[in-house]
C-alpha cells in the first residue's frame, strides 16, 4: 500500500505508541486524592507541560478535548457566550470561506439561529487578503477564525496579520492550527492568534484527542458543566489520548526541520512530474506558501471518485478533496472559494506525504497515476 492520505491521518508514531501503552497502566481518576487519582494526575500534568512546551505556550493555558472539532466549538461558543454575558452587543463571526467545517459549518448553524456571520473570500491561490479581512470587522464582531493552513490545498493564510487586524478591531482570533503545527513552526507566542486548536491524529497521535490552547486572561464561557480543565472543558479526562498527543506532539515538533525539508522535496518530485506527464493538469495553491506535503491537483475532465477508485485498486491512498467529505457529491467548498468551477473541483485529487512517505512511493506513484489519470478520462469520454 502507498499511503498519501497523511491530511486525513497519518500513522501512530512509535513514542505515542508507547505513551499511550503506558498511560493505560495507569486507571485512577485524576480528580481523586488518592494515590491512585495523584499517579494519574502526575500523568496528566506531565503530559500537559510536555505539550504546552512544544507549542511555546504555558501548561495552565492548554485545555485537553476531543480534537480539533471540539477545540473550534469551545473556542466560538465559548467567546460568543462570554460576550453575550458582557453585554457588550459584539455577536458578529467572522470566518474565511476556507475553513474546515468544524468552523464554517457551525459558524453557519449559529447564523440560522441569529449570530451574524460574515465570510471572507479568498483569491485564486486560496490566500486571504488582509485588508478585506480588515474590512470584515468592526466594532460589532465578536470573534475572528483563520486556519493556518488548509487541508486541501495546503495553502498557508497569514495568520500573525489577520491576528493583528482582529485585535485593533477589539475582537479576538481563533486559528485552527490542525495542519501546519508539527509541518511548519507554530508558536503560539508568535502566531498571531488568541486561541488555536490542535489534533491528534495528524502528527502521529491518537484520534480523538485534542487541544485548545487560550491566551490567559481571555474570557470564555463555559460550554460544559463540570470542573475538569478549570471548568472549560468537563469530563474525565481522556488519559492515554492526551498522553499519546504530547509524546507525538513533541516528537512532531522535534523532527519537524528536517522532515519538513524531506516532506517538501518528496512532494515537489511528484508535482512537477505529474504536471510534466500528465495533460490538462493544475496544481491548487500554486503560487502561494504551502505546507511540505500536501498537493491539490486538477485533472480536468478526469472524476476523482472514479480515479480514487482506480488507484485504490493499485494499493494507492488519497483522497478528493477532503477525506471528512468523501461518500459526499457535493464539490468541496474550499475549491469553490478559489474560483475552480464545479467540474474541476470534482477532478480534484489530494495527495498528501507524511513522516513515513519514502522516495520509492512517490517514484511508484508517479509510474501509477498518470495511467489512471488517462484510463479514468477515456472511460469517461
Ligand atoms: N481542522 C482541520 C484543518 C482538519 O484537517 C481537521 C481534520 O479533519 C479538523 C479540523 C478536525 O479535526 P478532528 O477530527 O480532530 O476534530
Not at 485498486?313 to 464545479?342: D, F, I, M
Amino acid at each position: 500500500m502507498i499511503y498519501l492520505d497523511h491530511n486525513a491521518i497519518t500513522p501512530m508514531r512509535p513514542e505515542a505508541r508507547a505513551a499511550m501503552a503506558a498511560a493505560l497502566e495507569v486507571f485512577g481518576n485524576p480528580s481523586s486524592v488518592h494515590a491512585a487519582g495523584r499517579a494519574a494526575r502526575d500523568l496528566l500534568d506531565g503530559a500537559r507541560e510536555r505539550a504546552a512546551r512544544a507549542i511555546g505556550a504555558a501548561p495552565g493555558d492548554l485545555v485537553f478535548t476531543s480534537g480539533a472539532t471540539e477545540s473550534a466549538t469551545l473556542a466560538i461558543r465559548g467567546v460568543l457566550g462570554a460576550a453575550a454575558a458582557r453585554g457588550e452587543g459584539r455577536r458578529r463571526l467572522v470566518v474565511t470561506a476556507v475553513e474546515h467545517p468544524c468552523v464554517l459549518s457551525l459558524a453557519r448553524a449559529l447564523e440560522r439561529q441569529g449570530t451574524p456571520l460574515t465570510v471572507v473570500p479568498v483569491d485564486g491561490r486560496g490566500l486571504v487578503d488582509p485588508g478585506a479581512f480588515r474590512a470584515a470587522l468592526g466594532p460589532d464582531v465578536a470573534l475572528a477564525c483563520a486556519m493556518r493552513a488548509n487541508n486541501e490545498t495546503g495553502v498557508l493564510l497569514p495568520v500573525g496579520e489577520l491576528g493583528a487586524a482582529a485585535r485593533e478591531a477589539g475582537a479576538p482570533l481563533f486559528c485552527d492550527a490542525v495542519q501546519a503545527v508539527g509541518k511548519i513552526e507554530v508558536d503560539v507566542r508568535t502566531l498571531g492568534a488568541d486561541m488555536m486548536a490542535l489534533t491528534g491524529q495528524k502528527l502521529g497521535g491518537p484520534r480523538g484527542a485534542g487541544a485548545l490552547w487560550v491566551r490567559p486572561g481571555l474570557p470564555l464561557a463555559p460550554v460544559s458543566g463540570g470542573e475538569q480543565e478549570k471548568g472549560r472543558r468537563a469530563g474525565t479526562e481522556n488519559l492515554p489520548g492526551i498522553a499519546g498527543l504530547a509524546a507525538a506532539l513533541e516528537a512532531a515538533v522535534a523532527g519537524r526541520a528536517s522532515e519538513a525539508e524531506r516532506v517538501a522535496a518528496l512532494r515537489d518530485r511528484l508535482e512537477a512530474g505529474l504536471l510534466a506527464v500528465v495533460p490538462r493538469a493544475r496544481v491548487n495553491g500554486a503560487g502561494a506558501p504551502r505546507l511540505p506535503g500536501t498537493l491539490s491537483i486538477t485533472f480536468e475532465g478526469c472524476d476523482a471518485e472514479a480515479l480514487l477508485m482506480a488507484m485504490d485498486l493499485e494499493g494507492l491512498c488519497a483522497s478528493a478533496g477532503a477525506a471528512c467529505h468523501s461518500g459526499n457529491t457535493k464539490p468541496s467548498g474550499v475549491l469553490l472559494a478559489l474560483g475552480l468551477t464545479e467540474d474541476d473541483a470534482r477532478s480534484t485529487l489530494r495527495l498528501s506525504l507524511g513522516w513515513t512517505t519514502t522516495a520509492a512511493e512517490i517514484e511508484e506513484a508517479l509510474r501509477a497515476i498518470p495511467f489512471l489519470v488517462e484510463r479514468v478520462r477515456a472511460a469517461i469520454h
